[in-house]
């Protein structure tokens, strides 16, 4: 499951056992990049916090495809094929069309726009690329064709915030090798409810 110790569901005790029962699905399961924190459950808390809030909370002016969309995005780039697998997932669980999924994360990490992205999903991808290969290189302008992309200033900090947070993300699956294998997928908390469950 990952290259460090990790604390089982089963062998949790105390508030870690507490987190994992807010976050644990139907059956039970408790993703593998949560239980890769459970040494220090305090950063398991500050991750599922920031999870929940760029992701799946309200207001975000960006739509759950397009939020799935960049997060797919960001992992391609970075190589991290657990994020990839699980948010391809997810995008497809919105969409309710896997191969559509499919095409959307391929064509997301293309070198020019392609279909099925639309015009403004080529922006919020291309802002994404360009924030994770060359992030020290950003200037006030990709802000500019994100406003002519149609974006509001408060989608242009949720589009920076996910793409933030799927660093972060990444970064840990990659750096403490995190496995998918036996996961269900595509799982994640209800955006209209503010508890971590996931579903």
């Given at each position: 499951m990952a290259w460090i110790k990790t604390i089982s569901p089963d062998?949790?005790?105390?508030?870690?056992?507490?987190?994992?029962?807010?976050?644990?699905?139907?059956?039970?399961?408790?993703?593998?990049?949560?239980?890769?924190?459970?040494?220090?459950?305090r950063t398991l808390d500050a991750h599922l916090a920031l999870y929940k809030a760029v992701l799946h909370s309200r207001p975000n002016d960006l739509s759950p495809r397009e939020r799935e969309l960049v997060g797919v995005c960001v992992s391609r780039l970075n190589g991290c094929e657990y994020?990839?697998?699980h948010h391809t997932a997810g995008l497809a669980r919105h969409l309710k069309d896997t191969a559509l999924a499919e095409q959307l994360a391929a064509a997301a990490v293309a070198d020019k726009p392609r279909e099925p992205l639309s015009p403004k999903e080529w922006a919020l991808c291309r802002y994404a690329r360009r924030l994770t290969e060359s992030p020290a290189e950003m200037c006030e302008n990709d802000i500019a064709e994100l406003r002519a992309a149609g974006l509001s200033d408060e989608a242009i900090l949720d589009l920076n915030q996910i793409v933030a947070y799927f660093a972060y993300?990444?970064?840990?699956?990659?750096?403490?090798?995190?496995?998918?294998?036996?996961?269900?997928?595509?799982?994640?908390p209800d955006e209209n409810r503010t508890d971590f469950r996931h579903s």
């Open positions: 062998d949790a005790t105390g508030p870690l056992a507490e987190t994992y029962r807010q976050v644990a699905g139907r059956d039970g399961h408790v993703d593998h990049i949560l239980q890769s924190h459970s040494m220090r459950p994020c990839v697998v993300a990444n970064r840990t699956v990659l750096g403490l090798g995190v496995s998918h294998t036996g996961e269900p997928l595509g799982l994640h």
